[in-house]
């Protein structure tokens, strides 16, 4: 999968939180001033990279993404641990933890989650 841009990103939320758009019910929900030539193109370019496909509607187009969130953060997260983590999970997973200040119950959560994928790898 192409790399999505951070602003691609912020489009394709809207698209994941909302289904199907036009370009301006997308401009809207970003609410943040952008032209609607500007989320035109950045929804032309996502249709060129194959991430997004659009139908007519009346004069309109409706976008509706190809790509599911979990494709994309599985392969942003891939990108991130090749470019800052020699490729290495645990070195992730030991930053996540050491540097974000996590409350107990978030610590108490992400212990569970690795203790139910230990329990899956052991059967």
């Known amino acids: 999968m192409q790399r999505l841009t951070p602003r691609e990103v912020e489009l394709m939320t809207v698209l994941w939180e909302r289904g199907p758009s036009t370009v301006a019910e997308v401009r809207d929900a970003l609410d943040d001033g952008a032209a609607y030539t500007t989320i035109l ?3 032309r370019l996502l249709e060129e990279k ?4 659009r139908q007519a509607e009346g004069r309109a187009h409706r976008y ?4 599911d969130r979990d ?7 891939d990108r991130v641990l090749g470019q800052f983590f ?7 997973l030991t930053q996540m ?3 974000r200040g996590l409350d107990d119950a978030t610590l108490r959560r992400l212990r569970s989650l690795l203790d139910e994928r230990l329990e899956e790898g052991s059967k």
């Open 50 to 53: 194959g991430h997004v496909a």
């Open 97 to 99: 933890v050491s540097d």
């Open 64 to 67: 509706g993404a190809l790509i």
């Open 71 to 77: 494709e994309a953060s599985s392969s942003a997260i």
């Open 86 to 92: 020699s490729g290495s999970p645990e070195e992730l």
């Open 41 to 43: 193109t950045i929804l």
